[in-house]
């Protein structure tokens, strides 16, 4: 059925994202909130909210309880999971769907295959996607793993088959460091993620992360393109980019089609990400993950393809085909995404939560700015310290970069500290120009780089 109503079951910068998605379709938005967001620019923004529990997000943004006691007061017929807190969780999904509501995003029984990392990777092979040497599915004891590591050789990942976001890996490159850290990684996995298992993979070394955007209608299965997610701190992603910079056209073909492949393995329904590990000396590419919802970069691939990914999921979930063909899909440009947190980079990126008492947000055409902020808006300290993001689109990545630049100086966000000197940083930097960077790049250069607010435009380009 078509959708009418949708409750959004998140908050922030993606909460503002649906709300406006939503009502650009002629659809009713009820933000759902918390107590600390009661205020916040997306309930606001919204035709409709509603309280789900108090600040913390056990109580609140994770209460599949509330929220589905919420979405029923509120008499809506779908259910926006945004990304993060239940967006992919198998059970919110399915009880969304005994409720009888619709859930955004693919069944309960894709989350739940697809997030199993290894389950996940057994579905790649089926599909003829490249994956990285590793174990086939959760290695059974020490002796399997042991065993497995020595036909494959070090370095390896000990990786959580339930993890996700970067969490539950451990890179290990020696037997007696391997047989330490195996059983500490099981007890972590379970306490974490409620499942110890885990699995093995050999690590790619000097690799670069590069995904790309599918969309599905449970029948046909379309990419579009890629996007470069190397520029990384702690494995969470700082700096991304459409496309990925350096693809010849027939590595870009085989990866796009790829995922397509997956997609279709699994009547994929909605929008979501098949991530890659790229080397870029040989030009394999090998199997990460599926993300199984919309991704905090969506909006790059929206600038360089011209689709509202957000309101095609709506759509989707709501019974529509596929409106796009992938034929009718093409790259226009470049266009670059940096996420603006409310972290002091000259402090070990501390936290920095307060009230914002200036905002300035740069005009220029090309330039973007996905956020939740307003002038005397107080930042909570509860919640992910993602503020909003950036995003340029230009005819070229040298151009893009110096379109970043350029909406960087003149973005002003008072009262708070916040990442922007590291972008700055960033656009400036020569090895960041040209390319030359991968994974493990980001956190060496800041430990040899430390932003200190004296630190000059000069030296950050060092």
Same mark, same amino acid.
């Given at each position: 059925?078509?959708?009418?109503?949708?409750?959004?079951?998140?908050?922030?910068?993606?909460?503002?994202?649906?709300?406006?998605?939503?009502?650009?379709?002629?659809?009713?938005?009820? *933000?759902?909130?918390?107590?600390?967001?009661?205020?916040?620019?997306?309930?606001?923004?919204?035709?409709?909210?509603?309280?789900?529990?108090?600040?913390?997000?056990?109580?609140?943004?994770?209460?599949?309880?509330?929220?589905?006691?919420?979405?029923?007061?509120?008499?809506?017929?779908?259910?926006?999971?945004?990304?993060?807190?239940?967006?992919?969780?198998?059970?919110?999904? *399915?009880?969304?769907?005994?409720?009888?509501?619709?859930?955004?995003?693919?069944?309960?029984?894709?989350?739940?295959?697809?997030?199993?990392?290894?389950?996940?990777?057994?579905?790649?092979?089926?599909?003829?996607?490249?994956?990285?040497?590793?174990?086939?599915?959760?290695?059974?004891?020490?002796?399997?793993?042991?065993?497995?590591?020595?036909?494959?050789?070090?370095?390896?990942?000990?990786?959580?088959?339930?993890?996700?976001?970067?969490?539950?890996?451990?890179?290990?490159?020696?037997?007696?460091?391997?047989?330490?850290?195996?059983?500490?990684?099981?007890?972590?996995?379970?306490?974490?993620?409620?499942?110890?298992?885990?699995?093995?993979?050999?690590?790619?070394?000097?690799?670069?992360?590069?995904?790309?955007?599918?969309?599905?209608?449970?029948?046909?299965?379309?990419?579009?393109?890629?996007?470069?997610?190397?520029?990384?701190?702690?494995?969470?992603?700082?700096?991304?980019?459409?496309?990925?910079?350096?693809?010849?056209?027939?590595?870009?073909?085989?990866?796009?089609?790829?995922?397509?492949?997956?997609?279709?393995?699994?009547?994929?329904?909605?929008?979501?990400?098949?991530?890659?590990?790229?080397?870029?000396?040989?030009?394999?590419?090998?199997?990460?993950?599926?993300?199984?919802?919309? *991704?905090?970069?969506?909006?790059?691939?929206?600038?360089?393809?011209?689709?509202?990914?957000?309101?095609?999921?709506? *759509?989707?979930?709501?019974?529509?085909?596929?409106?796009?063909?992938?034929?009718?899909?093409?790259?226009?440009?470049?266009?670059?995404?940096?996420?603006?947190?409310?972290?002091?980079?000259?402090?070990?990126?501390?936290?920095?939560?307060?009230?914002?008492?200036?905002?300035?947000?740069?005009?220029?055409?090309?330039?973007?700015?996905?956020?939740?902020?307003?002038?005397?808006?107080?930042?909570?300290?509860?919640?992910?310290?993602?503020?909003?993001?950036?995003?340029?689109?230009?005819?070229?990545?040298?151009?893009?970069?110096?379109?970043?630049?350029?909406?960087?100086?003149?973005?002003?966000?008072?009262?708070?500290?916040?990442?922007?000197?590291?972008?700055?940083?960033?656009?400036?930097?020569?090895?960041?120009?040209?390319?030359?960077?991968?994974?493990?790049?980001?956190?060496?250069?800041?430990?040899?780089?430390?932003?200190?607010?004296?630190?000059?435009?000069?030296?950050?380009?060092?």
């Amino acid at each position: 059925m078509a959708i009418r109503s949708l409750l959004i079951a998140n908050r922030g910068e993606i909460a503002v994202r649906i709300v406006r998605a939503a009502q650009s379709l002629g659809i009713r938005a009820v *933000q759902a909130h918390s107590a600390a967001d009661a205020e916040s620019l997306a309930v606001r923004m919204a035709d409709d909210s509603v309280l789900i529990g108090p600040p913390p997000a056990a109580k609140s943004y994770l209460n599949i309880e509330a929220i589905i006691a919420a979405a029923k007061e509120k008499g809506v017929d779908a259910i926006h999971p945004g990304y993060g807190f239940l967006a992919e969780n198998a059970d919110f999904a *399915q009880a969304v769907v005994d409720a009888g509501m619709i859930f955004v995003g693919p069944d309960a029984a894709a989350i739940r295959l697809l997030g199993d990392k290894v389950a996940a990777r057994k579905v790649a092979k089926e599909a003829g996607v490249p994956t990285v040497p590793g174990s086939d599915g959760r290695v059974a004891d020490m002796d399997e793993a042991r065993a497995l590591v020595e036909e494959i050789g070090f370095p390896v990942m000990i990786k959580a088959a339930a993890g996700g976001g970067g969490r539950g890996i451990r890179i290990v490159d020696s037997f007696a460091e391997f047989e330490k850290q195996f059983p500490q990684a099981a007890s972590e996995a379970a306490a974490a993620f409620g499942d110890g298992g885990l699995y093995i993979e050999k690590v790619i070394t000097k690799a670069r992360h590069v995904e790309v955007q599918i969309l599905g209608d449970g029948t046909d299965v379309i990419h579009c393109f890629e996007r470069e997610c190397s520029l990384q701190r702690r494995r969470q992603k700082v700096w991304e980019e459409a496309p990925a910079f350096g693809l010849s056209p027939d590595i870009r073909e085989k990866l796009t089609a790829s995922a397509v492949a997956l997609g279709k393995q699994v009547g994929y329904k909605g929008a979501g990400t098949v991530e890659y590990l790229y080397d870029g000396d040989t030009h394999d590419f090998y199997f990460i993950e599926v993300n199984t919802r919309i *991704q905090v970069e969506h909006p790059v691939t929206e600038m360089i393809t011209g689709i509202d990914l957000v309101a095609e999921m709506i *759509q989707i979930a709501g019974g529509a085909p596929l409106s796009i063909r992938q034929e009718d899909v093409a790259i226009h440009g470049h266009a670059i995404e940096c996420r603006i947190n409310a972290e002091d980079p000259a402090a070990n990126f501390m936290p920095n939560p307060g009230t914002v008492d200036r905002l300035v947000v740069p005009a220029a055409e090309g330039t973007r700015f996905d956020t939740m902020l307003y002038e005397g808006y107080t930042v909570p300290p509860f919640y992910d310290s993602l503020l909003g993001k950036m995003i340029v689109h230009a005819p070229d990545r040298a151009s893009a970069i110096a379109r970043m630049g350029e909406a960087l100086s003149k973005l002003e966000i008072g009262g708070i500290k916040t990442t922007v000197p590291l972008h700055a940083a960033l656009a400036q930097n020569a090895d960041v120009r040209a390319g030359r960077f991968d994974t493990k790049w980001l956190e060496p250069w800041l430990a040899g780089n430390p932003l200190r607010p004296e630190t000059t435009k000069a030296e950050h380009a060092l």
